[in-house]
């Protein structure tokens, strides 16, 4: 179940000293959610840190256009999406999600330490993302009202798809 909260400026740490970042699981209009590879080989959603003063939705969108090149708006940035866990580096994260649009059918990839990106249907962005939790967090976008109204086919959606 999503978690459900209006963006408003927070700490760069969170509960336990958590390092906040922000992120977005990115949607174009056929419906595939944008995917990018680091240099490690992961596959993961764009995401970074939260800078003193910031809210989360700001740099949920700079990430994704420094690190795919892609332009990105949030259709409703009351909805939020929370994952928690530790990075490879022992550091435990706190990320707060919002689900972004994109006209983009690819990506531009711009940093080297982001070498590769894709669009790929939902059940391909699962198969290929490295990490369970952010497994997790595709399937509880999906399961949202905010991806069913961006469908067309649930509250407010007005019968328009919007994408597949």
């Known amino acids: 179940m999503p978690l459900m909260s209006a963006a408003s400026p927070q ?3 969170g509960p336990a000293g ?3 970042g922000a992120g977005g699981v990115v949607v ?3 419906g595939k ?3 990018i ?5 992961t596959w993961v959603f764009p995401k970074g840190h939260i800078d003193p003063g ?3 939705l700001d740099p949920a969108v700079r990430e994704v256009g420094e ?3 892609v332009a990105a708006h949030c259709p409703d940035p009351s909805v939020t999406f929370l994952t928690e866990y530790e990075n490879a580096h022992g550091e435990q994260r706190r990320i707060t999600w919002f689900l972004l649009r994109t006209d983009a059918a690819v990506p531009d990839m711009r940093e080297e330490v982001f070498p590769e990106g894709a669009f790929l249907t939902p059940d391909e962005a699962r198969e290929r993302l490295s990490f369970e939790v952010d497994r ?3 399937t509880r976008v999906e399961e949202s009202d905010l991806w069913a109204r961006l469908r067309g086919d649930g509250p407010g959606g007005g019968g328009s798809v919007r994408f597949p």
């Open 11 to 13: 700490d760069s740490t």
């Open 67 to 69: 690190e795919a090149g």
């Open 18 to 20: 958590a390092v906040e």
């Open 37 to 41: 590879r680091h240099r490690n080989g």
């Open 136 to 138: 997790e967090l595709l």
């Open 54 to 56: 910031e809210g989360p």
């Open 33 to 35: 959610v944008l995917l």
């Open 28 to 30: 174009n209009d056929e």
